[in-house]
């Protein structure tokens, strides 16, 4: 392979943007120097996006440099962190196996290990794909990336300490009124230390963050200069929360699939040293704004526990469910595509509660809006 100087764009007090091929760049950086490789590639998806993208079919050979190139570079206790969406097969509701696959790869050809395996939840995504969700009717929305978090051993550096969650309500309850140690149904013999007041709860391998950035700096700073912003960036909360788990300042952060500079941005804040290579140069002229300010102010979250509004809730399953009589399933399992859309919902049962109707209500005229735009 024929392999060219990395070609710095734009050089910070901590980090450096490269443009060109992330592959180049591997073979310049000494073995086992990287603390965190922190990314989000390029799905395999079935359309071609504007950004470049291998289909679904083809991805595991087009990665596969990659992975090996990430195994020589990664410190013996660092970690690699891949956030990856799934793909559906072209022209039917099934899914495709690629995002497995890769991890599987990575496991199985070059030793990495699974330290674990997280769902990034975006609670702002829409009813996607239309056909099989809002057509159909025969799938429910795909909302969910996986995040594969890798490691050379099974012992990477990493705290959960260092991402805890405010304690719910019901454990707070428990913690003011006490709790007697016992052994659950399920064979778990919780003990006193249960009822221990830490601060803050463990979370789960689990995270809710919406993706709706409209109208942030890095957008405005992409409009007033008429750059193209980048159609597929992750909400900065995501590397954050990974950085702050494995890595401590002054560690190599590197992103090879950096985009807009995204990870580049958060790593230049919590003082991590940091790469992103990216090989569209029209992205990195919008990157650039990410460090034409105060690092500092884009790292503004939530910071009230006790504000709603900073909590997504998920609602029980059965909210809707009425009795056990329905309109009869599709016998094609909905292989014919419906002459009329039907985007009738369960009638409410007399015995709701207010709050419960009060639910409801809300739930039917959000998705009336989203049954409009899917139509439009």
């Not at 992975?67 to 206790?77: E, G, I, N, S, T």
């Not at 991402?163 to 913690?175: A, R």
């Not at 059965?318 to 292989?335: C, E, Q, Y």
């Amino acid at each position: 392979m024929t392999t060219s100087q990395p070609n710095i764009y734009f050089t910070s007090g901590r980090g450096q943007i490269i443009l060109g091929d992330s592959l180049d760049l591997l073979t310049t950086l000494k073995p086992d120097s990287v603390d965190l490789i922190m990314t989000s590639p390029p799905f395999g998806l079935v359309r071609k996006k504007e950004y470049g993208n291998v289909g679904a079919d083809e991805y595991i050979d087009w990665f596969r440099p990659f992975a090996k190139a990430f195994h020589r570079v990664l410190a013996h206790r660092g970690s690699v962190v891949i956030d990856i969406g799934g793909a559906w097969n072209p022209g039917v509701p099934t899914r495709h196996l690629y995002h497995f696959k890769l991890l599987i790869m990575m496991c199985e050809e070059f030793g990495f290990h699974l330290a674990q395996d997280f769902y990034w939840w975006n609670p702002s995504k829409l009813p996607t794909p239309a056909e099989w969700v809002t057509v159909r009717r025969v799938r429910v929305k795909d909302a969910v990336n996986t995040i594969w978090w890798l490691s050379k051993t099974p012992w990477p550096k990493a705290s959960n300490r260092r991402v805890l969650q405010p304690y719910s309500p019901s454990m707070k309850e428990l913690l003011e009124h006490g709790y007697t140690a016992k052994k659950r149904p399920s064979g778990h013999d919780i003990s006193a230390k249960f009822a221990i007041n830490n601060g803050a709860a463990i979370p789960p391998n689990f995270i809710a963050v919406p993706n709706t950035e409209s109208n942030s700096f890095y957008l405005r700073y992409c409009q007033e200069r008429g750059l193209p912003a980048h159609p597929a960036r992750y909400p900065a909360a995501i590397p954050e929360y990974f950085m702050r788990m494995l890595t401590d300042p002054g560690d190599l952060v590197l992103d090879p699939f950096a985009g807009s500079c995204v990870t580049g941005e958060v790593a230049e804040r919590l003082e991590r040293r940091w790469l992103c290579a990216e090989l569209v140069e029209d992205y990195l002229k919008g990157a650039l704004g990410r460090f034409h300010r105060d690092p500092a102010a884009s790292g503004k979250y939530c910071s009230d526990p006790e504000d709603e509004t900073n909590y997504y809730r998920v609602p029980h399953p059965g909210l809707l469910w009425n009795g056990t009589h329905a309109k009869p399933l599709p016998t094609d399992g909905g292989a014919a595509r419906p002459a009329k859309l039907d985007y009738a919902v369960p009638t409410p049962s007399k015995r709701k509660t207010p709050r419960q109707l009060d639910l409801y209500r809300k739930t039917e005229a959000t998705r009336r809006r989203t049954v409009s735009k899917s139509e439009r």
